[in-house]
T-cell receptor, first 116, second 111 residues
């Protein structure tokens, strides 16, 4: 069966510090991968998605970046965090096109980031 | 921009009652999905309805889709306190494009 891991679960960082959040998926190959941010009590904002190694699509211009160094690894980074980067970050995966349920997304447990 | 818009934003009901949440969207879709999120957790997929389907059931969940009105509803029957969560609709277009999520409905079921 497939599982998705995110770490850390919580993170408190000062303004201007770097960020690296990691997401890994097990039990599937060539998944689509996604990073979302959710502000308190709000909906999901898609930040980045990837359909393959090294292929990153950015949905919102900002000081965040994403990388996919391996098939089942997705990393969210920032060189200098802003106060507005605080939020709940969710990683998700879906099967690639052609799979019977390729549209369904599976979410990780999330990382709560507080920038002070 | 977000395509799905859930209504109401918040809903509070007594245990045993039915809960109905609505979702409206703007452009044509391939399918529409409903997800549930417990506080501070990731989202969990509940049900998917394709654009050529009008109604679908899964346990106590009933989803309808009206493509002419670009709207969907999620009905939870005989609600339980454990159903307390936020519920999101998400629309899928054609091709390998990401889902577009709405802002969600916060459901509180009071025991």
């Amino acid at each position: 069966s497939q599982t998705i891991h995110q770490w850390p679960a919580t993170l408190v960082q000062p303004v201007g510090s770097p960020l690296s959040l990691e997401c890994t998926v097990e039990g599937t190959s060539n998944p689509n991968l996604y990073w979302y941010r959710q502000a308190a009590g709000r909906g999901l904002q898609l930040l980045f998605y990837s359909v393959g190694i090294g292929q990153i699509s950015s949905e919102v211009p900002q000081n965040l970046s994403a990388s996919r160094p391996q098939d089942r690894q997705f990393i969210l980074s920032s060189k200098k965090l802003l106060l507005s980067d605080s939020g709940f970050y969710l990683c998700a995966w879906s099967h690639p096109p052609g799979h019977i349920s390729y549209n369904e997304q599976f979410f990780g447990p999330g990382t709560r980031l507080t920038v002070l | 921009s977000q395509q799905g818009e859930e209504d109401p934003q918040a809903l509070s009901i007594q245990e045993g009652e039915n809960a109905t949440m609505n979702c409206s969207y703007k452009t044509s879709i391939n399918n529409l999905q409903w997800y549930r999120q417990n506080s501070g957790r990731g989202l969990v997929h509940l049900i998917l309805i394709r654009s050529n389907e009008r109604e679908k059931h899964s346990g106590r969940l009933r989803v309808t889709l009206d493509t002419s009105k670009k709207s969907s509803s999620l009905l939870i029957t005989a609600s339980r306190a454990a159903d307390t969560a936020s519920y999101f609709c998400a629309t899928a277009g054609s091709g390998n494009t990401p889902l577009v999520f709405g802002k969600g409905t916060r459901l509180s079921v009071i025991a």
